[in-house]
């Protein structure tokens, strides 16, 4: 929506409701605005309050400096939720907003070469595929120890991080159709159909997700943990965005897209086994389960119809989906060494290494026990909260 074209009404100043969003008596399927994780955070979250464009607070000219931290990541995640769902009560305005846009694209820069700096020069993109069909034989990251000592509660955790990307899952490389030739476009496609549920919305991956957080516990709602999921879980979903988003990134994002889908079915098989251990229902571990067998699948057509057309265009080098691919297993990486560091704390009552306790800035939080940053209350779903049926199993 171009900026001019944006709605008239202003929002309330106080309470932050959008009278040309949220119409009364209506639901919303957008999530609240999360709490402010420091200036940079904070300085655009009161801004969001009001209707945009509006003149953005003297501390946007600060970006911080590290740009895996709290506040650069929940504000990159912000500024790229409005291009999905948006926030209750946010002027939709704000997606298109320039002064937004420009502290974004700053943001970005940084994140960017943060990510190319920890990717250093890629391999050969053969050599990176292959690298990813091998499972390595001496892996401990948290799947691993899901299934061999995990608690109840660690899965609850799991599942709270992994939410802000499953419950819009596929959605960030959605933004690649328009920009794939037909060949690519038509694979892609047929991946994203079974993604999206292939024409049963009920068995929408995202679906499944949140059936499994019923069954565990926790609440399906659409950003419900946006608030306790600290940075790199953010960030992976972070790196999808930033890629999803720039079309000078597309190669990199259908290389996000084939570490996904290749990488998969070993981790998905680890977690249903795991969850099925610590006492989930079928519907516990339909959406893993569905993985093992779909992803094994959508392997073979990332890597011979999306991809192989691709590398015979200027703009799609090898070396470039290869980077894509690497950055994302990056920022996986640094999401599980936060999480096994927070359960290795929780075990031996450790220092763990990675948490920033800031207790002075008034935006920190310690994670005095677990992997989140608040705590995870059991949840009842009530009967009508997923419209998830009982799984009729893997079908495929
Ligand atoms: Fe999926
Ligand atoms: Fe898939």
């Known amino acids: 929506m171009p900026t001019d074209a944006r709605p008239t009404t202003d929002a309330h100043p106080t309470t932050g ?33 009001h209707p945009a464009p509006t003149h953005l607070a003297p501390v946007l000219a600060e970006v911080p400096a590290d740009p895996w931290g709290e506040d650069v990541q929940l504000t990159l995640y912000v500024c790229y939720e409005l291009h999905y769902r948006g926030f209750a009560g946010v002027d939709p305005a704000w997606e298109w907003s320039p002064p937004l846009l420009a502290l974004r694209g700053r943001l970005e820069r940084a994140f960017l070469d943060a990510l190319r700096r920890e990717v ?22 948290p799947s691993h120890h899901l299934l061999t000592a995990g608690t109840r509660q660690q899965a609850r955790e799991y599942l709270a991080h992994r939410s802000l990307y499953h419950l819009k899952e596929a959605d960030p490389q959605m933004w690649a159709v328009p920009r794939l030739p037909n060949p690519a476009k038509a694979a892609l496609v047929a991946v994203q159909y079974d993604e999206y549920g292939a024409g049963r919305p009920e068995r929408a991956h995202a679906e499944l997700f949140a059936a499994m957080m019923a069954d565990f516990g926790l609440d399906p709602t659409y950003g419900a943990y946006l608030d306790a999921v600290p940075a790199p879980a953010l960030a992976v979903v972070n790196t999808m965005s930033l890629f999803g988003l720039h079309r000078a990134l597309r190669a990199a994002l259908v290389g996000q897209f084939a570490a996904v889908e290749i990488t998969s079915p070993p981790g998905a098989a680890r977690l249903a086994e795991a969850f099925e251990r610590l006492g989930a229902t079928p519907r516990g571990t339909l959406f893993y389960r569905e993985h093992v067998l779909a992803d094994a699948v959508h392997e073979q057509l990332v890597r011979h119809t999306v991809i192989d057309p691709l590398l015979t265009l200027a703009d799609c080098p090898g070396p470039e989906i290869a980077f894509g691919a690497l950055a994302y297993l990056r920022a996986e990486d640094r999401f599980a060494d936060h999480l096994m560091a927070a359960w290795r704390h929780d075990h031996d009552h450790d220092p763990a290494p990675g948490h920033d306790p800031d207790p002075a800035s008034g935006y920190g939080h310690g994670f005095e026990s ?20 009982v799984p009729e199993g893997a079908d495929r």
């Open 17 to 49: 409701t959008c009278p040309a969003t949220d119409a009364p008596g209506l639901p919303t399927d957008a999530p609240g605005l999360p709490a402010a994780r420091g200036p940079l955070s904070a300085a655009v979250l009161a801004s969001l309050r």
């Open 120 to 141: 250093g020069e890629p391999p050969p993109l053969a050599e990176v595929l292959a690298g990813l069909l091998v499972e390595p034989p001496d892996g401990d990251g």
């Open 370 to 389: 677990g992997s989140l940053r608040a705590p995870l209350p059991e949840f009842d779903p009530g009967p009508a909260t997923t419209g998830s049926p």
